[in-house]
Every structure is written in structure tokens, then in C-alpha cells.
Nanobody, 117 residues
Framework: QVQLEDSGGGLVQAGGSLKLSCAAS????????MGWFRQAPGKEREFVAS????????YYADSVKGRFTISKQHTENTVYLQMNRLKPEDTAVYYC??????????WGQGTQVTVSS
């Protein structure tokens, strides 16, 4: 079993920055990828960014390209999401997700990001 603890959310003005963190702990297994999703009120959860663990390839939703950067700290099994030039439409609960071998998925509890105009 793997536990994900995501943190770093908060309230920020439009144009500001936040950095989210997601730390994985628990029984070790092979990580395929880690990433971030978000869910705004009344909307479905959507993909934001991900990183493939083997070669650190990164993928982004079009809406965040050029503004968000996903990175990892391998020794701590931690993934980060640096969010710059935030917009009110980025307001959502952000969830960390880890994909492990065997198709197993783990999710964090979510962290609220609110961007005021």
C-alpha cells in the first residue's frame, strides 16, 4: 500500500505562483508515473501534468503548458508542481496521482488552490 500526501495549496492573486508537493510513502513498489489532476466545482476531474518515472518525460494539459512545471525528487519519491502566472480558472482541488505496476493507481487527498482575480 502506498500513501500520497499532497500539499502546498492556498489562496493567491491572479498572476501569482504556488508550488504543490506530493510525497509518497508506504510499501515500496515500482512507480510508473506520477502526476496531477484537478477538479473545479461542478466539473469533472481533469488531467494537469504527469511525469514518467523511467525517463522523466513530462506531459501537460494545453491549458497549463508554459505556466506549470512538474518535477521530481527521486530520493524522496516526491513530485512537485510549480504553478506560475496563475489564473482564476486554475481554481480547483488538485490531486496527486501515482501509477504503479499492475495498473494500480493511488490518489492523494487533494489540496485546494484558489486564484482570486
Amino acid at each position: 500500500q502506498v500513501q500520497l500526501e499532497d500539499s502546498g495549496g492556498g489562496l493567491v492573486q491572479a498572476g501569482g505562483s504556488l508550488k504543490l508537493s506530493c510525497a509518497a510513502s508506504g510499501r515500496a513498489s515500482v512507480t510508473i508515473a506520477m502526476g496531477w489532476f484537478r477538479q473545479a466545482p461542478g466539473k469533472e476531474r481533469e488531467f494537469v501534468a504527469s511525469m514518467r518515472w523511467s525517463d522523466e518525460s513530462t506531459y501537460y494539459a494545453d491549458s497549463v503548458k508554459g505556466r506549470f512545471t512538474i518535477s521530481k525528487q527521486h530520493t524522496e519519491n516526491t513530485v512537485y508542481l510549480q504553478m506560475n502566472r496563475l489564473k482564476p480558472e486554475d481554481t480547483a482541488v488538485y490531486y496527486c496521482k501515482a501509477d504503479h505496476v499492475g495498473g494500480i493507481e493511488y490518489w492523494g487527498q487533494g489540496t485546494q488552490v484558489t486564484v482570486s482575480s
